[in-house]
């Protein structure tokens, strides 16, 4: 079976940090992404990379402060989150891709996690 599941969401304190990870199993996917969704906004994208060439994008609302990183042995993508604001709040969704995917829009992003909510508090 092929699925993600995310863990590490909770309660922060703004300006501080978190680590959530996803673990893929089924499939050896060729991305991932992380996207987050507030409540009454859109989807988002807040990285992607590739488990190819380990290249990675971030959008400028969360560049120089969120960090993806991969464990190719563990099948583990693992998103650092730090100096965290209160607009960061959201469910956070890990996605994968079983071929190159368009990272911005989302699009190529096959299998989806359940999402892990990230609340920061002011």
């Known amino acids: 079976e092929v699925q993600l599941v995310e863990s590490g969401g909770g309660l922060v304190q703004a300006g501080g940090s978190l680590r959530v990870s996803c673990v893929a199993s089924?499939?050896?996917?060729?991305?991932f992404g992380w996207f987050r969704q507030a409540p009454g906004k859109e989807r988002e994208v807040v990285s992607c990379i590739s488990l190819r060439d380990g290249s990675t994008y971030y959008p400028d609302s969360v560049k120089g402060r969120f960090a993806v990183s991969k464990d190719n042995a563990k099948n583990t993508v693992y998103l650092q989150m730090n100096s965290l604001k209160p607009e960061d709040t959201a469910v956070y969704y890990c996605?994968?891709?079983?071929?190159?995917?368009?990272?911005?829009?989302?699009?190529?992003?096959?299998?989806w996690g359940r999402g892990t909510l990230i609340t920061i508090s002011s």
């Open positions: 089924g499939f050896d996917f060729f991305a």
């Open positions: 996605a994968a891709a079983k071929g190159r995917p368009e990272c911005r829009s989302g699009v190529g992003f096959g299998v």
